[in-house]
């Protein structure tokens, strides 16, 4: 049964400050990877989709990778900003059918 | 370009009786579905749906339904409410290999 967890679950950082997110999960055998962004009260917006043959992939000042054999992947935010506020949700489809399986989220405030 | 549209956007409803909760998906996406997300956690998978068929289902009871119209829209249905079913209902939509798109969701409260 496919796990994912997220650390740290929140986060506090100044602005300006470069950030990793961590996402871990328990099967390899995933179909993709993908991040996604939730402000308070409203719907996820995705931010990265990593296909299972790929190693990164790179959108502004967003960069997420995946290492499917040590279960893991991070987001990399650069530069983090106040609007950059919001929970960080990892998420992996298997290759066994069409479920995604959600992280709890890291919650990230970035201070002006 | 409409993205995921969800209907309503807050419900309060009484234990026992039943809900039915809308889901329109981005234009050209063909699969639609259905997250269950309690404060603070992430999204649960309940369902999705395919050429108007359920494809996969996640570890939810069969009070939890659900349809696809030819539209490729979509309903959720809850039957015989609990408290516990409080919590703010999420539809997704896809097409092939898209990444998941989702709508702002319903805002369920069950008293």
């Known amino acids: 049964k496919q796990e994912v967890t997220q650390i740290p679950a929140a986060l506090s950082v100044p602005e300006g400050e470069n950030l990793v997110l961590n996402c871990s999960f328990t099967d390899s055998a995933i179909y993709n990877l993908q991040w996604f962004r939730q402000d308070p009260g409203k719907g996820l917006t995705s931010l990265l989709l990593?296909?299972?043959?790929?190693r990164e992939q790179t959108s502004g000042r967003l960069n997420a990778s995946l290492d499917k054999s040590s279960g893991r992947s991070t987001l990399y935010i650069a530069a983090s900003q106040p609007g950059d506020s919001a929970t960080y949700l990892c998420a992996v489809r298997g290759t066994g059918g069409f479920k995604t399986i959600f992280g709890a989220g890291t919650r990230l405030f970035v201070k002006a | 370009d409409a993205g995921v549209t969800q209907s309503p956007t807050h419900l309060i409803k009484t234990r026992g009786q039943q809900v039915t909760l809308r889901c329109s998906p981005k234009s050209g996406h063909d699969t639609v579905s259905w997250y269950q997300q309690a404060l603070g956690q992430g999204p649960q998978f309940i369902f999705q749906y395919y050429e108007e068929e359920e494809r996969q289902r996640g570890n939810f009871p069969d009070r939890f339904s659900g349809h696809q119209f030819p539209n490729y829209s979509s309903e959720l249905n809850v039957n015989a409410l609990l408290l516990g079913d409080s919590a703010l209902y999420l539809c997704?939509?896809?097409?092939?290999?898209?990444?998941?798109?989702f709508g702002n969701g319903t805002r369920l409260t069950v008293t």
């Open positions: 990593i296909q299972s043959s790929q």
């Open positions: 997704a939509s896809s097409f092939r290999e898209s990444p998941l798109h």
